[in-house]
């Protein structure tokens, strides 16, 4: 166990595919999970209340865009993202590491880190290891991310062996970093083989200076966890090599999978995943770092995968698809038009317990605002209650043929989805 404030517990297993139980400082999130992606400290058109009755028990937020707006100073003197953001459950900060290297034309990546420019004001912003460390640490999420090097799916070996050995390197200097910073760091035993390792421990963030507010209790400081992040591109040598280091290095309170559905074929995303589970230890939690379509979640899940997000169903959402058991529907479609259904007969989240397909139709033809609000809605409560079900499938023994039977019918798409 690494600390007390963070477990990992598989309960029940069906092949690769788990059923565990993470705890964190704010909370345990039952997996496999989706977590909803707010990435500027709120899921978009979502009322946290709202996320909580859909499910939701981990949400992400992103560090490159928080510390664009607002400033990682100003969410630190509000008392952090939690008390921020109204969400006491667990939270996730990505590093921005896949948002500064999509900037392409505006940023220049070296051994010290990266330059880029704002996509916000154009000014020039550097981001290293250890000030995404630092940004992550003010803003107290729960689990932070190391900087890595993202590249195209498709990347060529020497390109990905290249980033994948520069997110080592920067993953070093993230952890010495925290102990410099004051990270409780002892040897012990790490129930890996005979090896003895590093235990990441726990870090306290020193006191938050707050803004008086009689609503809220001051808070305690509270630990941090550090995941790393497994890169290689669609390479498996390289896949292997970099898990095998990352675990080398220390045990870690959960590992994340980069560099994924960004642009591969998915029989080469899920070969990647399938090379993590056989090297990462069992007994921590995997991250799929941007995965969220509901068919890669089950896969991921088949592949012990524990925790996933990705903005898609709120984005989605806001442009009229929902993802629904039998395939995607465009609400926009005529065909809905008259159509007193439900949009999805086996969801019961507040959308399809309340509104027809031809109401949803309605408010996004006359580009009414509570139509994305419900399809957001929708589209998470889908994901999170679909890996509710997988965990549920998995403690009965029955995920095998109950995965197989979902996907059958999720690709068979009776619906209209133009």
């Known amino acids: 166990m690494i600390d007390g404030s963070f477990r990992f517990i598989v309960d029940a297993t069906a092949g690769a595919a788990r059923a565990g139980v993470f705890t964190t400082p704010h909370g345990s999130v039952d997996t496999p999970a989706f977590m909803a992606v707010g990435t500027l400290a709120t899921v978009k058109t979502l009322d946290p209340?709202?996320?909580?009755?859909?499910?939701?028990?981990?949400?992400?937020?992103?560090?490159?865009?928080?510390?664009?707006?607002p400033g990682e100073n100003v969410v630190r003197k509000m008392g952090g993202l939690h008390r921020f953001m109204a969400?006491?459950?667990?939270i996730l900060t990505d590093s921005g590491g896949?948002?500064?290297?999509?900037?392409?034309?505006?940023?220049?990546?070296?051994?010290?880190?990266?330059?880029?420019?704002?996509?916000?004001?154009?000014?020039?912003r550097n981001f290293t290891p250890e000030s995404v460390i630092d940004l992550q640490i003010a803003l107290?999420?729960?689990?932070?991310?190391?900087?890595d090097h993202v590249i195209p799916g498709k990347s060529d070996f020497?390109?990905?062996?290249?980033?994948s050995e520069r997110s080592v390197r920067w993953l070093e200097r993230s952890r010495t970093h925290l102990g410099s910073r004051g990270w409780e760091i002892e040897n012990r035993e790490s129930g890996i083989g005979n090896r003895r390792t590093l235990d990441t421990g726990r870090f306290f963030a020193p006191p938050i200076p707050l803004i008086p507010d009689s609503r809220f209790p001051i808070p305690d400081p509270t630990p941090q966890a550090l995941f790393p992040i497994v890169q290689g591109g669609i390479h498996s040598t390289l896949?292997?090599?970099?898990?095998?280091?990352?675990?080398?290095?220390?045990?870690?309170?959960?590992?994340?999978?980069?560099?994924?559905?960004v642009g591969e074929a998915k029989p080469d995303m899920y070969a990647m995943i399938e090379v993590a589970d056989s090297v990462l230890p069992r007994n921590r939690p995997r991250y799929l770092m941007g995965v969220g379509f509901p068919e890669d979640l089950i896969e991921g899940a088949r592949r012990g995968v524990d925790l996933f997000d990705c903005v898609a169903p709120t984005r989605m959402g806001r442009t009229g698809t929902a993802f629904t058991s039998?395939?995607?529907?465009?609400?926009?479609?005529?065909?809905?038009?008259?159509?007193?259904?439900?949009?999805?007969?086996?969801?019961?989240c507040s959308t399809c317990?309340?509104?027809?397909?031809?109401?949803?139709?309605?408010?996004?033809?006359?580009?009414?605002?509570?139509?994305?609000?419900?399809?957001s809605l929708h589209n998470v409560h889908f994901l999170v209650s679909l890996m509710r079900s997988a965990r549920a499938a998995i403690i009965d023994s029955t995920f095998e043929q109950w995965s197989q039977d979902w996907l059958g019918r999720y690709h068979s798409r009776p619906m209209p989805v133009q």
């Open 98 to 124: 896949f948002q500064v290297f999509s900037l392409e034309t505006l940023r220049q990546i070296s051994e010290e880190g990266v330059e880029f420019r704002s996509h916000v004001d154009g000014s020039q």
């Open 353 to 375: 317990t309340r509104f027809s397909r031809s109401y949803i139709r309605h408010l996004f033809v006359s580009d009414e605002v509570l139509g994305l609000r419900l399809l």
């Open 158 to 163: 020497e390109t990905a062996r290249d980033a």
């Open 140 to 147: 107290g999420a729960d689990v932070m991310m190391q900087l």
């Open 326 to 348: 039998h395939g995607r529907v465009n609400v926009r479609n005529t065909a809905l038009r008259e159509d007193a259904g439900p949009l999805d007969a086996h969801c019961d």
């Open 239 to 261: 896949r292997e090599s970099a898990a095998r280091t990352i675990v080398s290095m220390a045990d870690w309170a959960g590992y994340g999978i980069g560099g994924l559905s």
């Open 87 to 90: 969400w006491d459950g667990p």
């Open 49 to 69: 209340r709202e996320l909580r009755e859909a499910g939701c028990g981990m949400i992400l937020a992103n560090a490159y865009h928080l510390h664009l707006r």
